[in-house]
């Protein structure tokens, strides 16, 4: 008898193993550069804020900061310039949101009020360049004639996004009187060039605001990996980077009363300090509820 359930329980583990082995190498769909799946991220949901009341909000300070791709530390964000090669599933920020805003999972605004609505076709034609350039060309003897203008048109590309800019809100909760920081907004900053006057012109360009505290952002960005360099199989999402704060920046505005950057008064060596002075100010602001 115990042979005869011992004998069962084999064929069972058997049956059971194969038919597991099945349904991998058919739901797999022939992606022989993994040998497991990776589902983790496919249902994916991100954790909401809690709750907040206005009477829970005692102080409350609106900081602006530039996030450099080119930096070391924040180079996972630039990386891989070209989804359409051989990446190992990795996408960077630039492009993981213009294929969110292209597909219609996420809307996004003009401004970093969150106010004026702003649609994929709107962006692509404005960050389109399109100027005419002189051909110059000579005749038989060598000598330049007229020549002839032509029409050149540059369609976007999202390799020449070099920086992010972020708008986020510190304040304090009074239930636990602690100091916490949401971000707000995200604009991706294109590097715009054109030809003016037989020169190169290059400016930073705001391409759009996008609402951080949108769900549907969040849900967006919580199911794309964000790569780790010391960990491939590492299951850190753009939304857990920017909650966690996974990244280097620095200041280059406040909320003020003249509603201007720091770039706008003051430059070079003295805007670094003045970048520096308002971040120190407000982590001052914790410390010194403490102070009696």
Same mark, same amino acid.
């Not at 330049?144 to 920086?163: A, H, L, Q």
């Given at each position: 008898?115990?042979?005869?359930?011992?004998?069962?329980?084999?064929?069972?583990?058997?049956?059971?193993?194969?038919?597991?082995?099945?349904?991998?190498?058919?739901?797999?769909?022939?992606?022989?550069?993994?040998?497991?799946?990776?589902?983790?991220?496919?249902?994916? #949901?991100?954790?909401?804020?809690?709750?907040?009341?206005?009477?829970?909000?005692?102080?409350?300070?609106?900081?602006?900061?530039?996030?450099?791709?080119?930096?070391?530390?924040? #180079?996972?964000?630039?990386?891989?310039?070209?989804?359409?090669?051989?990446?190992?599933?990795?996408?960077? !920020?630039?492009?993981?949101?213009?294929?969110?805003?292209?597909?219609?999972?996420?809307?996004?605004?003009?401004?970093?009020?969150?106010?004026?609505?702003?649609?994929?076709?709107?962006?692509?034609? #404005?960050?389109?360049?399109?100027?005419?350039?002189?051909?110059? @060309?000579?005749?038989?003897?060598?000598?330049?004639?007229?020549?002839?203008?032509?029409?050149?048109?540059?369609?976007?590309?999202?390799?020449?996004?070099?920086?992010?800019?972020?708008?986020?809100?510190?304040?304090?909760?009074?239930?636990?009187?602690?100091?916490?920081?949401?971000?707000?907004?995200?604009?991706?900053?294109?590097?715009?060039?054109?030809?003016?006057?037989?020169?190169? #012109?290059?400016?930073?360009?705001?391409?759009?605001?996008?609402?951080?505290?949108?769900?549907?952002?969040?849900?967006?960005?919580?199911?794309?990996?964000?790569?780790?360099?010391?960990?491939?199989?590492?299951?850190?999402?753009?939304?857990?980077?920017?909650?966690?704060?996974?990244?280097?920046?620095?200041?280059?505005?406040?909320?003020?009363?003249?509603?201007?950057?720091?770039?706008?008064?003051?430059?070079?060596?003295?805007?670094? !300090?003045?970048?520096?002075?308002? @971040?120190?100010?407000?982590?001052?602001?914790?410390?010194?509820?403490?102070?009696?």
């Amino acid at each position: 008898m115990k042979k005869i359930l011992f004998c069962l329980g084999l064929l069972i583990f058997v049956a059971g193993s194969y038919t597991a082995n099945a349904q991998i190498d058919d739901g797999d769909d022939h992606n022989f550069n993994n040998f497991y799946k990776k589902d983790l991220a496919k249902g994916k #949901q991100a954790i909401p804020y809690a709750y907040l009341r206005e009477t829970d909000v005692v102080w409350e300070h609106f900081v602006w900061r530039t996030i450099d791709f080119r930096e070391k530390f924040n #180079q996972y964000f630039y990386f891989p310039t070209d989804p359409n090669k051989s990446t190992q599933g990795r996408i960077n !920020l630039t492009n993981a949101i213009m294929r969110a805003l292209e597909n219609g999972e996420i809307e996004v605004y003009k401004e970093d009020d969150l106010i004026t609505p702003y649609t994929y076709e709107e962006m692509r034609s #404005q960050l389109t360049r399109s100027y005419n350039f002189h051909i110059a @060309e000579y005749d038989e003897w060598g000598d330049e004639t007229e020549g002839r203008d032509t029409m050149i048109t540059e369609e976007f590309r999202p390799e020449e996004v070099y920086s992010a800019r972020i708008k986020e809100s510190w304040y304090i909760d009074k239930q636990d009187t602690r100091q916490k920081v949401r971000i707000l907004g995200l604009t991706l900053v294109y590097n715009y060039c054109r030809d003016r006057d037989g020169e190169r #012109q290059c400016d930073n360009v705001e391409m759009f605001w996008v609402p951080m505290d949108d769900m549907r952002v969040r849900n967006a960005l919580v199911k794309i990996y964000a790569y780790d360099e010391n960990n491939s199989h590492s299951v850190r999402t753009y939304d857990d980077v920017f909650i966690e704060r996974f990244f280097d920046s620095f200041c280059y505005r406040e909320s003020n009363t003249y509603n201007r950057t720091i770039s706008s008064y003051l430059t070079g060596t003295d805007a670094i !300090l003045e970048s520096q002075a308002v @971040e120190s100010k407000i982590f001052d602001i914790e410390s010194d509820m403490w102070e009696y």
